[in-house]
């Protein structure tokens, strides 16, 4: 059977000052680990390893997002992360200055008979 997706978590960052999209993609990315926990690997047993976790970004300039830099910003789990067209620039009307929205969306899977099999 093909894997499932078990948790979905949302967050947002910003780089206020530097218009640095990987930063601001990774403080999205902490955002969004930081509301989980998962507790059912240890109660069932389960490896970290077994789970695959995706990541997607969204930012207004996807090419600017180094996507190998944030795989370590994913502790647990084969992780894939992926930017991709989204987020927000917003222009300070005063001076120019640019800052720069991430929004993330981590989704974690499982094959689900690792979990009804026990």
Same mark, same amino acid.
């Given at each position: 059977?093909? /894997? ?6 949302? =967050?947002?960052?910003?780089?206020? %000052? =530097?218009?640095? %999209? ?7 990315? /902490? $955002? &969004?680990?930081?509301? !989980?926990?998962?507790? #059912? @690997? *240890?109660?069932? /047993?389960?490896?970290? !390893?077994? #789970?695959?976790?995706?990541? +997607? ?5 996807? /090419?600017?997002? $180094?996507? +190998? ?7 647990? =789990? ?7 067209n989204g987020g927000l620039n917003v222009t300070n009307p005063d001076n120019g200055n640019v +800052?720069?929205? &991430? ?5 974690? @899977?499982? *094959?689900?008979?690792?979990? !009804?099999?026990?």
């Amino acid at each position: 059977m093909a /894997e499932q997706r078990f948790i979905i978590e949302m =967050g947002m960052g910003n780089d206020q %000052y =530097g218009q640095d %999209y990987t930063k601001a993609a990774a403080r999205a990315i /902490e $955002d &969004a680990i930081r509301h !989980s926990s998962i507790p #059912m @690997f *240890d109660a069932l /047993e389960l490896d970290h !390893s077994q #789970m695959r976790v995706q990541v +997607t970004v969204g930012v207004q300039d996807p /090419e600017q997002v $180094d996507c +190998t830099a944030l795989l370590k910003r994913l502790p647990r =789990g084969r992780v894939e992360v992926r930017a991709v067209n989204g987020g927000l620039n917003v222009t300070n009307p005063d001076n120019g200055n640019v +800052t720069v929205l &991430a929004s993330a969306a981590v989704e974690a @899977f499982l *094959d689900p008979a690792l979990v !009804s099999g026990r």
